[in-house]
């Protein structure tokens, strides 16, 4: 059975929290383990955080959306924001020996590392991130 819902939610750190308590949810109904739950919660938090901060950088005026679903096979996670667009290519490594000791710039990197897939979108203005984590229907919990 497909169930999806989604928000339309003011750039601040409550959205934040939101978007992350609604992520732990869809993941535990679907019957993934406790690290893949805390994987997935973590890296949608990135992902939202990224929204609000760097996207639309506190901006009353802009919003971020959020959008889950599980198709039964997958977990599918959308987020945008309306700030200026991200260029994925463009973020610097956060393995690079420079970068090691810096206190920001992991978050895509984290969210990479816990997802199957992730996918960037440029919305003019904005950026779509697309978060997918594969359900194994043999490891789904009675």
């Known amino acids: 059975m497909v169930s999806r819902v989604s928000y339309t939610l003011d750039s601040t750190l409550d959205s934040v929290n939101k978007v ?3 992520a732990e949810e869809l993941a535990q109904k679907s019957g993934l383990d406790e690290d893949q739950v805390f994987q997935i919660t973590m890296a ?3 992902a ?5 901060l760097h996207g639309n ?16 096979k997958s977990l599918i996670i959308r987020i945008s924001d309306e700030g200026k667009g991200l260029d994925p ?13 810096s206190g920001s710039g992991r978050g895509i990197f984290l969210i990479r590392s ?8 440029l919305l003019n203005p904005g950026t779509e991130l697309t978060l997918v984590k594969h359900i194994d229907p ?3 919990s009675a």
């Open 20 to 22: 992350e308590e609604t």
């Open 44 to 46: 949608v938090r990135e």
């Open 48 to 52: 939202a955080v990224n929204a609000v």
């Open 57 to 72: 950088a506190y901006d009353p005026q802009k919003k971020i959306n959020a959008s889950f679903e599980n198709t039964g």
């Open 89 to 101: 290519s463009k973020l610097p490594d956060p393995l690079a020996p420079e970068n090691l000791l």
């Open 114 to 121: 816990f997802m199957d897939e992730v996918h960037f979108k």
């Open 138 to 140: 043999n490891q789904k």
